[in-house]
């Protein structure tokens, strides 16, 4: 069985960093790409970061994000990271990640299988 558990999270000000952990059980998580989303009361569901499979690295960022964000990946614990730096009130969600179907990532939430129950970001003015 497949598991995806977030943390990291919690309440920030602007400007300050935080750094979520996806750690994952149940499959050889380096095989596959994996994405961050975020989602805001109110709104859908974006993309934020992706990271390839291990052989690749390859990473991909919102446009929102980019400079800031950094996503990242240790596979001998299985785990990908989020670091983000200056955060904005406007990166206030629920940060969640998930496992793409292949080892590629993308923007589409459809082309992952495996998602975590997500971590709160908060970040006041």
């Known amino acids: 069985q497949v598991q995806l558990v977030e943390s990291g999270g919690g309440l920030v000000q602007a400007g300050d960093s935080l750094r979520l952990s996806c750690a994952a059980s149940g499959l050889t998580f380096s095989t596959y790409g994996v994405g961050w989303f975020r989602q805001a009361p109110g709104k859908e569901r974006e993309f934020v970061a992706g990271?390839?499979?291990?052989?690749?690295?390859?990473?991909s960022y919102a446009d929102s994000v980019k400079g800031r964000f950094t996503i990242s990946r240790d596979n001998a614990k299985n785990t990908v990271y989020l670091q983000m730096n200056s955060l904005k009130p406007e990166d206030t969600a629920v940060y969640c990640c998930?496992?793409?179907?292949?080892?590629?990532?993308?923007?589409?939430?459809?082309?992952?299988?495996?998602w975590g129950q997500g971590t709160q970001v908060t970040v006041s003015s």
């Open positions: 998930a496992v793409s179907r292949s080892y590629h990532t993308s923007v589409n939430a459809r082309e992952y299988d495996y």
């Open positions: 990271i390839r499979a291990a052989w690749s690295g390859r990473t």
